[in-house]
């Protein structure tokens, strides 16, 4: 999962870049983009209970499913309540979810695994995790993977709870950060601002790759 990490965050880079400068190309897209946030904006002001509830939903499944994302949506709800209450909505949908991925192995995860991976070898990774390494340590392999995988995975092995939650803290708060000012930078149209923070998320995202490369 963490194999050729430059070479993966440079292509992410180019492809996601690639969308943003043909979004601010073409003015119809572009007015295209506007009138869809808008819409949706109207209808989010008309239903601010079930609104909020749905996206720290989707915030929350996107932390413990594979394949889904709730970042394609945040766009819409900066667009439509701001960056600060963005920000709370969205960190709290991820606690929530990695919470509750955390708790499924915690109870189901260890029964499943060990018909397929030996008592020892579990034991051996539990105190690899919650003894060798550091809580900041974990928290940058929780960063280099996909967000799903190592909440399920810290919960089958019995990472304490104590240590999880600013492991949760350490990893899901700055990605939050960089995924609600793109998104600003995106409707506002700062193209310069866009393409320079995402570049400076990667790079910090490669860099992590390639230090538990070297450590593994």
Known sequence: MIQNPVRRQVLLA???IALAALLWASASLHAAFIGALQFSKDYVESHPLVSRLAFVVLAALSAMLVLFSSIAVVPVAVYAWGQ????LLLTGGWFLGANLAYLIGHLFGRRATLFFVPATTLDHYAELLSVRMSVAEVALLK?????EMPSFALGIMRYPLTKFWPVLLASELPFALWAVYLSAALIEN???????VLLAGLAVAAVIGRRLLRRR
């Open 84 to 87: 600060g209450e963005t920000l």
């Open 190 to 196: 700062r193209f310069a601002a866009f393409v320079a």
């Open 14 to 16: 180019a492809v996601i």
């Open 143 to 147: 960063l280099a993977l996909p967000s």
